[in-house]
Structures are given as structure tokens and as C-alpha cells.
């Protein structure tokens, strides 16, 4: 029993990094109808970059300067920095390449998919960017906070993750409330729902996508640092296999809904987690992707039916 | 006289709204019909439920005898209706031919038919076929291009043409005329008269009274989806329900008055 | 022919046999990013079969068909349901399709689990080529009749086509399994040649990239895949090639990153893919329009 309670504390500690990976995703597609296979690539960059600063991985030089101003167990902080600025800027390329292709000229079956195709080209050459400089095995780096933890029960929780998941929820629950009470929330919204109406009305299209395109970069990013932190090995290709998952999530919750990605996110934690306890490690991506396929097939609209592609009930 | 569609008390709500209420009317074999009413009368709903666009509430639609009220909507064409759209659909990466061929599909269904290739052999009696309605129809000039790049008022009568290779008994213009300039809309109305002389009878949705009082015979009005008026197009300007409808629309009379 | 050409070119044939499994509903406006799953089975249905040791021990000449029917039939199954989603649904449908099979396949034990299984019978690259060759031609064929006109047109506008008599649901039944078989075909051919397979050879990474294939390449005729399938098996090549005459080492590390951003440009000057019809009616247009109407040459 206690080792199972462990594993339903380990899934939601999880369930945390889905969660904001998911939001990123429910966000790019409640507003543009958009899959944004950028945000893996995000998650990844924000991870190695993380793991770059605290191991040394920009060379010999600035690892001495990062030594220099912060000390040896600090760099985590210089590895937040980076990764937050990388990501920032490269979201603000991402998005000069991706929404462009949003107004549809003919209307057909595969117009939608030129955002698609744009953003799996970034994500091949995020990818080899980073296997280009550091290689394509695992780079690992010894935890800051080395394992600290408390007991609750025979429940070990490790404080990090606790933190983790804390800051991940505080940040996504402040996400919401923004989109619903702030001026920039209610023009994302209105974009959402009506974009030509939104113009109409005075809203700056064109000045709001890039803020949310930052906006779903930073959730990546703040997801692929804590998973730097929390997980301590990472790889050119985590982003392929850790933030598509938070796809199965963010679908179970019904695409476009914030709330859904959070439930959504949590649940695939818990899910992946407790299939590694029962069945073994390498059966782990059958329950995941065939829950995806069956609530794709059977009720496409999520679990709480708000499917808001393009509507953005956020 | 000699019935070829037959509309019996059609019915149709979308969420509560009635659209389409109680309309009944008869097209007879060969003739040039007008179905014309304010924005938002139901014209373009009735022809979307004899094309089974959408499945009618109640009523029934015949066809030439034969009730079609319940086929799917890719046998309609089959059985004799086939139409063309208020906004342009021809297919914007198929070249004016391929367009023209489409409308082929429901006279090639045999398996044969489906897995001759058209593309291949150059010389053959369906591209003939459409090459052939093509000139008929002075577009011969435009057999490979792409439609998406061809003017707007070309597109107009390729849409005819693809819809003519149907070989329907019953052809649904909507709103052929909108957005054409005047020397388009002579060419377009010149088109519809030698098509209506092969026999085909036509339904028209026309806003522009002048292009239907020149074409068509016989006027049916639409106003809140219920038939108003039917008649000649003589008589439709002096009834006094239709004069009713547009004035106290905010039509203010634009087409109807203006023919009068 | 050298070894490393010939490596290459093996490459080439088997990219241009997925290619069309993916264009082939793609043309009929469904994106299909599941290409590794029907892979997968068909590379492991052919090796099983094929296999004296661990399998039944049937020759390559029926061991193949049997993996093509195998895959075709999978994919007619699945796309009931798969085709009842549309748009970024069915992309993410066809993902999670594949992983699920990626998933069932490291855990089969008579499938030799994560470590992958060898294949008996050696298919050369000759046998390939000719493959390749039938492939193409097929599907240049298919879309040539009408039924590939009927399946363009649905790409286009489906409620049109419907009203036009197609019956757009088998239609795209059709396409899709038909595209499944093709790619059961290619992973068959990739286990003969290489005489191993392993699930995870077959990622998401192989799917992306053939659905790349396929839209950079152009959806609107046959020529697309081979054109898409041509530069993505060549352009990094022409990279490594470069890097090394010239000694600029980045250009050889870096040619997945140049490749990544050349897919971002092509899509800003030629999101229709590369091969459209405008362009082939341009191409051959002039030859084509003469016995229409020789006044027409404006």
C-alpha cells in the first residue's frame, strides 16, 4: 500500500512537467488551432540548457566566469537565465515562421498542416543544434539540491519535486486568472474566439500572437528546467519523449482548455508511473497512446467536452 | 403538364429557427424557373435540401416521378439534380478539365469507369466529353489551367458546365449573376438559354431582377421561408405581399423595384 | 556501383515507397503521422513469416505479399475510426497509432521484444529498385483515374465532391489502406535488405520526416513524394559531401540544422510543396494545350 501511495506521489510530481507542457500546447491550439511541434523542442533546449549551465557544458571559459560570479552551487541560477532568455527568442522566431501560415487561401484539406510542417522543421534542427554541440547520449549533472526530502508516512517526498509541482501549478493557475482578468488575457481570448472580429475591435493580432507564442515558450521552459532539476538526465531527444506525451494530456482534457491540460497532465503522470509499477517499464507507451486513440476515436472532445479548438474557452 | 420536381410541404429548423416553412412548388420539364426572395429567405436552404446537404424535417421532394427525399446527397446527383454555388467551389487545384470532369462522377461509377486512367490517355470519350462542353460553352481556351488563377466571371461558367456534365434533368443555379460585370453576365445569361434549349430545366436563385425577368418564366418568393408568390415574372412586382417583403426588408426595394 | 552510393540509393527507393503511403491519403486531404506504426508491421509481419527459426518459414516470395495484406488489412480496420477525425485530431490519431504499435511490438517476445529480430531472406538492391519503380508507377496510375481525381477533389472540398456523387468516407478508406499496404511494403523490404529489424529504428522521428517528405514534395501530384523522398534523402548527403571536400567540419555536423531551416524557407516560398500542378502544366503546359486550342497561346 505505501509503496503504491509512493507511486501515486511520484506520478503527480510527474504530472507536474506534463502539466505545463500540456498548457503550452491546449494554449497555441485553443487560440490558432495550431499543433506546435516547436514545443517539444523548447522543452529540450530549456532542459540542456539547464543542464549545460551546471555542468560545464558551455566550456571551460564561461563555466569559470559562472563559477566566478556565482559559485559552484549557484549555476542552477544562471541555467534558469539562459534557458528563459534561449527560449524566449527563439519563440519569437518560431512565431515569425509559423503563424504567418494561419489564413487559409484555399481552404483545403492541408493548408492547416504549412504551421505544422514549419514547426517540425524547427524541431529537427533545434534537435541536431544540440546533438551538433553536446552529443546525442544522456548528459546527466548531480541534482543542486541533492535529496532532500521529507516523510509523510512512509510517503518520501523529495522537496525539489514538491517544489516543482507547487510552482508548476501556481504558475498555470496564474496563467488562467491572467487570461481572465487581465487586458492582455481578454484580447487573447477574443483573438481566440473571433480573430477577425478582435481586429475589428482594436486588438493588435499581430502584437498578442508573439506574446503568446512567448507565453507557451516559457511554460516549455520552466517544465524542461524543473525536469533538469528534478530528473538529472537529459538528451537531445527528451523533448520527443517526454513533452509528446503531454499531447495524450492535453487531448484527455480536450484541446484548448486549460483546466482539462491540468487534469489531463496530471493524470498521464500518474498514468505513466503506475504503468512503469505494474506492468514494467518498456509496456509504458500502451496505456498512454492507446488511451490517446481511444478518447481521439471515442469522445475527441476530451473529458469535459469544452473542446475549444480556434475558441479558446481558456 | 409535365412535372419533373415537385416540392411538398417542405419543412426545416436549424436550433428552433424555422427556415424553411411549408414550401411547396412544381418545376415543369424544361422550363426556366426563378426562386427569389430577400436575404435570408431560405432560397439557399431549399436548394441544400434538394441536394441533401442537410436531411429535410418534414415534406417531400420528387424528382421526375421519383421521391429522393431520403437518398444520401452523393446519389442525388445521380438521380437527376445537380447545381453549382452562391461562392465559387470548383476545385481550386484541379485545371479547368479535371473541374469539368468531376462533374462526371456519378455517370462513371462502375469500377472501370473509376479506374480508367483519365490522366494518362489524353484521347478519350469522357476527356472528349468535356472538352466538347467546354466549347460549347466558349471556354476552350482554358482546358490545363489551375481555376484557382482564371477571372472570376470564367469560373462562374466552368462551375455550369461541371455541373451540366452531370446530365442532370434538373440543374440549381445559386445565384449565378452575383459579382459578374455586364458583359459576364450577358455571356452567362446567353450560356443558360442554350442549355435550357438541350432541355434542361433550370432553378434559379437570382438576386438581380432584371437578369431573371429576361431568363426565366415563372417566379416562385420566398420571404421567412415560407412561399409567398408564385407566377409569372409580369406579375411578381405588382403583388402586393412580395412589394411588402422587400420594402419592409431593408432592401428597400434595390432589385425588386428596380426591375419594376 | 560503390558501396556507399548503392547504400544511399537503397535509402532513396525505400523513402520513395513510405512517401507514397503517406501521400496517398494525404492527396485526399488526410495527414498521416503514424508512417513508422505500418512500417513496423510490415517489416515484423514479413520477418516473422519469413523466418525458419523463430517463425513459419515461409519463403520472401510470399512472405512479403503476406506483409502488404497484412498491413492493408490493419489499416482498413483502423481507418473507420481513425477517419472519423479530422484535421490535427487525425494527425495526432495516426501518432498515437504508431507508438501504440512501437509499444505492443517491444513487448512480443516471439518478435525478439526491444532487441529486434533477424531476417532470413536477403532482398538486393536490384529487387528494390524494381519495387520502387512498380510503386511509383502505381500510384502515378491511381492518381491519374478517377478515382484519383475524386480523391483530389475531396482534398479539396469534400461537401462538393459529396454532392458531385463521390462517396468521400470509402473513398478515403480506400486511400488510407492502401497507403498502409504501401508502407507494410516498405518495411517488409527494409527488413529484407538490411536482414534485421528493430521497433525502435521505426520513431516518431521516421514518421515525421515522411510526412515531411510528402508535403515539402507537393500533395497535388504523384511527382511529389519522389521529389520530396530525393531532396531529403540527398540534401544532407550533398552536406556531408561538402563538409568533407572543403574540411568545414560544421557544414558535415551541421547539415540536420540546415536541413531543419530549409524546411522552414521552402514553406515560406513554396507551401504548396515543391512539385505543384501549376508548375508541371508549366513544364509540359505548352505541348499539352496545342491540340486543344491552338488560338490559345497568349
Known amino acids: 500500500m505505501d509503496v503504491l501511495l509512493q507511486q501515486v506521489v511520484n506520478g503527480l510530481m510527474l504530472g507536474g512537467v506534463y502539466v505545463m507542457v500540456a498548457v503550452a500546447f491546449t494554449l497555441v491550439i485553443g487560440m490558432l488551432n495550431f499543433l506546435n511541434f516547436t514545443i517539444p523542442a523548447l522543452f529540450m533546449v530549456a532542459a540542456v540548457m539547464m543542464w549545460a549551465a551546471m555542468a560545464g557544458g558551455f566550456g571551460a571559459d564561461i563555466d569559470a566566469v559562472l563559477d566566478d560570479v556565482l ?11 539562459i534557458a528563459l532568455v534561449v527560449v524566449s527568442l527563439a519563440s519569437l522566431v518560431i512565431e515569425r515562421f509559423t503563424y504567418r501560415y494561419m489564413k487559409a487561401k484555399y481552404g483545403d484539406a492541408t493548408e492547416h498542416a504549412l504551421p ?87 486588438v493588435d493580432v499581430g502584437r498578442i500572437v508573439p506574446v503568446v507564442y512567448v507565453i507557451a515558450g516559457l511554460l516549455c521552459a520552466i517544465a524542461g528546467i524543473l525536469f533538469t532539476i528534478n530528473y538529472t538526465t537529459v538528451d537531445a531527444y527528451i523533448g520527443d519523449k517526454v513533452a509528446t506525451v503531454a499531447i495524450a494530456g492535453m487531448v484527455l482534457g480536450g484541446l484548448g482548455n486549460v483546466w482539462g491540460a491540468i487534469v489531463g497532465g496530471l493524470f498521464v503522470g500518474l498514468l505513466e508511473v503506475l504503468s512503469i509499477h505494474f506492468f514494467g517499464a518498456s509496456i509504458v507507451k500502451v496505456p498512454i497512446w492507446g488511451m490517446l486513440l481511444l478518447i481521439l476515436v471515442m469522445r475527441p472532445t476530451g473529458l469535459f467536452g469544452h473542446t475549444a479548438i480556434g475558441k479558446g474557452k481558456f | 403538364m409535365d412535372v419533373v420536381l415537385r416540392v411538398s410541404r417542405l419543412d426545416k429548423s436549424f436550433g428552433g429557427l424555422k427556415v424553411v416553412d411549408n414550401v411547396s412548388f412544381d418545376v415543369t420539364r424544361g422550363s426556366r424557373t426563378a426562386l427569389i426572395g430577400p436575404n435570408g429567405a431560405g432560397k439557399t436552404t431549399v436548394f441544400n435540401l434538394m441536394t441533401g446537404v442537410y436531411p429535410i424535417d418534414h415534406g417531400a421532394i420528387e ?47 462502375s469500377i472501370r469507369a473509376q479506374l480508367f486512367p483519365l490522366g494518362f490517355a489524353r484521347i478519350n470519350k469522357w476527356a472528349e466529353q468535356a472538352r466538347e462542353a467546354l466549347a460549347k460553352a466558349r471556354l476552350e481556351e482554358y482546358p490545363g489551367q489551375v481555376v484557382a488563377d482564371l477571372p472570376y466571371g470564367i469560373q462562374k461558367r466552368i462551375e455550369v458546365v461541371r455541373a451540366l456534365m452531370a446530365k442532370p434533368k434538373l440543374l440549381l443555379l445559386d445565384e449565378p449573376a452575383a459579382g459578374l460585370n455586364h458583359q459576364e453576365t450577358g455571356e452567362l445569361q446567353k450560356l443558360l438559354r442554350e442549355v435550357s434549349e438541350r432541355g434542361v430545366t433550370l432553378l434559379v436563385v437570382e438576386h438581380d431582377m432584371h437578369f431573371v425577368r429576361t431568363l426565366c418564366e415563372r417566379v416562385v418568393v420566398l420571404n421567412f421561408g415560407r412561399k409567398i408568390f408564385e407566377g409569372t415574372p409580369a406579375e411578381v412586382n405588382a403583388d402586393p405581399a412580395v412589394r411588402e417583403a422587400y420594402l419592409g426588408s431593408n432592401q428597400s426595394m434595390g432589385e425588386a423595384g428596380h426591375a419594376a | 556501383m560503390s558501396g556507399e552510393l548503392e547504400g544511399l540509393l537503397v535509402i532513396l527507393c525505400l523513402n520513395t515507397i513510405y512517401a507514397y503511403g503517406v501521400f496517398l491519403p494525404a492527396a485526399s486531404g488526410q495527414l498521416n503521422l503514424g508512417a513508422a506504426g505500418f512500417i513496423t508491421l510490415g517489416a515484423y509481419c514479413s520477418a516473422f513469416v519469413n523466418s525458419e527459426l523463430d517463425g513459419l518459414g515461409v519463403s520472401a516470395w510470399m512472405s512479403i505479399p503476406i506483409a502488404v495484406l497484412f498491413t492493408a488489412a490493419v489499416s482498413f480496420l483502423i481507418a473507420f475510426p481513425i477517419l472519423r477525425t479530422r484535421g490535427v485530431y487525425m494527425v495526432l490519431a495516426t501518432f498515437a497509432f504508431a507508438e501504440v504499435v512501437a509499444g505492443l511490438i517491444i513487448n512480443l517476445e516471439f518478435l525478439g521484444a526491444a532487441q529486434g529480430m533477424p531476417v532470413d531472406a536477403h532482398m538486393p538492391f536490384y529487387g528494390l529498385a524494381i519495387v520502387t519503380l512498380l510503386v511509383a508507377l502505381f500510384c502515378h496510375y491511381l492518381m491519374a483515374t478517377r478515382c484519383g481525381l475524386a480523391m483530389r477533389a475531396i482534398h479539396d472540398d469534400e461537401s462538393v465532391a459529396t454532392l458531385f456523387g463521390a462517396n468521400v468516407r470509402m473513398i478515403r478508406v480506400w486511400a488510407f489502406a492502401t ?113 486543344a486550342s491552338p488560338a490559345a497561346a497568349e
Not at chain 1, 559559485?71 to 537565465?81: F, L
Not at chain 1, 546527466?140 to 510517503?155: C, E, K, Q, R
Not at chain 1, 482578468?181 to 482594436?202: F, H, N, Q, W
Not at chain 2, 453549382?84 to 473541374?99: G, V
Request: no cysteine; glycine share 12%; aromatic share 10%.
Open chain 2, 63 to 109: 424528382l421526375d416521378g421519383r421521391d429522393i427525399t431520403r437518398i444520401p446527397a452523393r446519389d442525388r446527383v445521380a438521380a437527376g439534380v445537380s447545381r453549382s454555388f452562391q461562392n465559387i467551389r470548383l476545385m481550386p487545384h484541379l485545371s479547368t478539365l479535371e473541374n469539368v470532369m468531376l462533374g462526371q462522377h456519378a455517370q462513371a461509377r
Open chain 1, 116 to 202: 505544422l510542417v514549419s514547426s517540425l522543421g524547427f524541431l529537427i534542427a533545434f534537435e541536431h543544434l544540440v546533438i551538433g554541440r553536446w552529443g546525442s547520449d544522456p548528459l546527466t549533472i548531480d541534482s543542486p539540491f541533492g535529496n532532500a526530502s521529507f516523510h509523510l508516512g512512509a510517503v518520501q517526498f523529495s522537496i525539489p519535486q514538491v517544489i516543482s509541482l507547487a510552482l508548476s501549478l501556481a504558475i498555470v493557475f496564474g496563467l488562467s486568472l491572467m487570461l481572465r482578468k487581465t487586458r492582455l488575457g481578454r484580447a487573447v481570448r477574443s483573438i481566440a474566439e473571433r480573430p477577425d472580429t478582435a481586429t475589428l475591435m482594436g
Open chain 3, 179 to 291: 497507403g498502409g499496404a504501401l508502407m507494410g511494403l516498405g518495411g517488409a523490404l527494409y527488413g529484407h535488405h538490411f536482414n534485421y529489424v528493430e521497433a525502435q529504428n521505426f520513431n516518431i522521428l521516421l514518421s515525421i520526416y515522411i510526412l515531411l517528405y510528402v508535403l515539402l514534395g507537393g500533395t497535388q501530384t504523384a511527382w511529389g513524394p519522389v521529389v520530396g523522398a530525393l531532396f531529403f534523402t540527398f540534401v544532407p548527403e550533398l552536406f556531408r559531401y561538402l563538409g568533407r571536400e572543403t574540411g568545414e567540419k560544421w557544414l558535415e555536423d551541421g547539415r540536420f540544422v540546415a536541413f531543419g531551416l530549409i524546411i522552414v524557407i521552402m514553406m515560406v516560398i513554396r507551401p504548396e510543396g515543391v512539385v505543384t500542378r501549376t508548375l508541371l502544366e508549366r513544364i509540359t503546359g505548352g505541348r499539352r494545350r496545342q491540340p
Open chain 1, 71 to 81: 559559485g559552484a552551487p549557484n549555476k542552477w541560477i544562471a541555467g534558469v537565465i
